[in-house]
């Protein structure tokens, strides 16, 4: 299938945030990275070392009960070679483990601050990720309670925001950062499947194209399971037989192919397929 379209999207907020991210960064004792399991090499922050210098960092893979745990735990396993990393089902995972990892760090940070004649501080976090990885949804189970808006789209949050978490952990709140120019095509294809970039600019026939393609891919039996199609049909016959099936027909019996569209982006973006990882380490998508 033809996905030649480009995408790029990197609204005025992201550049402002980037330069102030930076700027504050003396401010901060430790990172937050959060990034999607389901695609946990695409989902991460481009030049976030650059943002970060060498603050301590945890990586915390969110919606970790959504991933295909085969695929997503051997990038994760290569994470823990630098990082603390924390998977976490945003929904009701446990969520104490990020608290102790912050307290641990944060002796570290305190135990510096002594040596150079400062007084010890409670933990400043800085919490980073693109769009719609759930960042939200994570300082609301932190704080155990709604601090800030959530949503199953990119661009909730807009600005810097200093939340109290306890009495001795305080977050900066930052909204979802991508990066001016995607390179690597195919890695914005993955966020544009997850709805990590803005939907409104998106080819939604390429996004769809792409989910297919990739799920032919990775897990045929998941669509044969679902639509009753198979990997040596073209797409008119995809989408008339998962039209048929779902009835999305118009006068004369005609498919319509703007609500097929619809229902596979939906479907894939509510987990109708399963656990799903759209990541890979190596060659031959081992």
């Known amino acids: 299938m033809d996905n030649k379209t480009n995408i790029n999207w990197y609204p005025g907020h992201m550049a402002k945030t980037k330069r102030q991210l930076k700027e504050i960064g003396n401010l901060i004792d430790i990172v937050y990275e959060v990034i999607d399991s389901r695609m946990p090499l695409s989902s991460r922050v481009e030049e976030m070392d650059d943002i970060i210098k060498d603050k301590p960092r945890i990586i ?24 603390v990393v924390i998977p976490i089902d945003l929904l009701d995972g446990k969520i104490d483990k990020i608290i102790e990892e912050t307290n641990k760090l944060m002796v570290k940070v305190n135990q510096k601050r002594i040596e150079k004649g400062l007084e010890p501080r409670k933990a400043r976090v800085m919490v980073i990720g693109i769009p719609n990885v759930g960042k939200s949804s994570l300082i609301n189970r932190l704080c155990n309670k709604k601090v800030v808006g959530v949503g199953n789209k990119p661009g909730v949050t807009k600005s810097l925001n200093w939340i109290r978490i306890n009495q001795d952990i305080e977050l900066l709140d930052s909204p979802g950062i991508l990066w001016p120019k995607f390179v690597d095509q195919e890695r914005a294809k993955v966020l544009a499947a997850f709805m990590s970039i803005k939907e409104e600019i998106l080819n939604r026939e390429m996004i769809c194209g792409f989910i297919i393609d ?7 039996e ?9 990997k040596d049909m073209d797409i008119v016959e995809i989408y008339d037989v998962i039209g048929k099936r779902r009835g999305c027909l118009v006068k004369g ?16 973006n509510n987990n109708s397929f399963g656990n799903i990882t759209f990541d890979r380490l ?4 081992d």
């Open 222 to 230: 998941k669509l044969e399971e679902r639509y009753g199609i198979t």
């Open 253 to 268: 019996g005609e498919i319509d192919y703007d609500r097929v569209v619809d229902i596979i982006i939906r479907d894939f």
């Open 214 to 220: 990739e799920m032919f891919k990775l897990y045929p």
């Open 60 to 83: 915390i893979s969110t919606k970790y009960d959504l991933c295909d745990k085969k695929y997503t735990d051997k990038i994760l396993d290569l994470y823990r070679k630098d990082s």
């Open 282 to 285: 190596g060659e031959g998508n």
